[in-house]
């Protein structure tokens, strides 16, 4: 693993990661919920929770650098939690477990939708932003005879974290490609950690990974096994999944994103900050300039970051920017 996740990994628990495993419960604390007699776009006294995701993710990653940056730079006091990822934190976040919350922008669209996991139930859930593309890193062994996702039938394979985003675009992805998730393959439910010592020791076949790049157990997994691992090319499925979501895209994994000879083409999706949709709107807007303002503080945490575009921090559709973040953004 490279020297830099290990820094990024130790700065992280440093400014209060909540190590809640797949849960997290807030302190029920005044989160400024009137905001009275707060400016239009400045934070309130109060304490903030931020779902994240796995340990081994950039949103466990990114998220510490966001508790930090709230923390630093406003009245509010806020400290992020591991979780299961999108599905998980979408629940909690309108549980009231969590304030705001890192997802997938497909999953967040099946969420205001009433679709997928979410079936029938619509959640009232709104955009602070949009934040840096998740690539679908999918990684087998070489030894395992995958070439495809359609090669994937009866063997083990991770498709991440239940209620996670990965879970979602791994049964998604199989189904593209004539697969059941259910039966045709030997799915192994596990967070990033596991799935990483599984491909370690040889117990699963492969993985499907949604994250920024780079991944810091990824790196572990390529720079421990190096040529007996190597990534696919999932793009034949691009179509497919476009039909379900066209929220999917293109995007490529760059050769020098973990030594590989040569970049991989593959699936990206956004990712989104997430809050209920009765968040105050002053800690809105607040939160939203700060992340622009002072964006290159979260660059020095991950280099995911740098993909956190003001340009595009309304593209946010079909789930709904909030009305603070609106204001922030100019309109």
């Known amino acids: 693993m490279r020297s ?31 905001n009275a007699g707060a400016p ?20 466990y990653v990114v998220g510490g650098g966001l508790a930090k940056l709230i923390s630093d730079n406003t009245k509010l006091k806020a400290t992020a939690a591991e979780t299961g990822a999108s599905v998980q934190n979408i629940q ?3 549980a009231g477990d969590y304030d705001l919350a890192f997802s997938l922008a497909d999953t967040a669209a099946d969420a205001v939708a009433g679709k997928g996991a979410f079936d029938g139930k619509p959640q009232q859930v709104q955009a ?26 009866g063997k083990r394979i991770s498709t991440g974290s239940p209620k996670s985003g990965t879970e979602v675009i791994a049964q998604r992805l199989l189904t593209a ?10 799915a192994q439910r596990l967070d990033l950690a596991k799935t990483a010592d599984g491909m370690k020791d040889g117990s699963i076949d492969g ?53 590989q000879a040569e970049g991989v083409a593959t699936v990206a999706v956004p990712n989104v900050l997430l809050v209920r949709s009765d968040f105050p709107e002053a800690n809105a807007c607040a939160i939203t300039k700060l992340i622009y303002a002072k964006k290159a503080d979260l ?22 920017l909030h009305p603070g973040s609106l204001d922030a953004l100019g309109g």
């Open 207 to 259: 993985l499907v990974w949604s994250g920024g790049l780079p991944t810091a157990q990824i790196t572990d997994i390529t720079t421990s096994l190096k040529d007996k691992v190597k990534f696919i090319d999932i793009t034949p499925q691009l179509d497919a999944l476009k039909k379900i979501n066209p929220v999917y895209d293109r995007g490529t994994i760059p050769a020098a994103t973990y030594g």
């Open 40 to 59: 239009a776009c400045e934070a309130a006294d109060g304490r903030l929770t931020i779902a994240t995701g796995n340990s081994g993710g950039v949103y």
């Open 128 to 153: 602070l932003t949009r934040l840096y593309p998740n690539y679908t890193q999918v990684l087998v062994r070489t030894d395992s005879g995958i070439n495809s996702v359609a090669d994937m039938r």
């Open 4 to 34: 830099w996740a290990f820094k990024v990994a130790v700065g992280v628990l440093s400014v209060g990661l909540v190590a809640a495993g797949c849960g997290g419960k807030r302190t029920p604390t005044d989160t400024g919920s009137d």
């Open 92 to 94: 909690q976040l309108v």
């Open 177 to 186: 490609a004539g697969l059941n998730p259910e039966t045709d393959v030997q």
């Open 299 to 320: 660059e020095a945490v991950h280099p995911a970051a740098k993909d956190i575009r003001e340009e595009k921090a309304g593209m946010t559709d079909p789930v709904p």
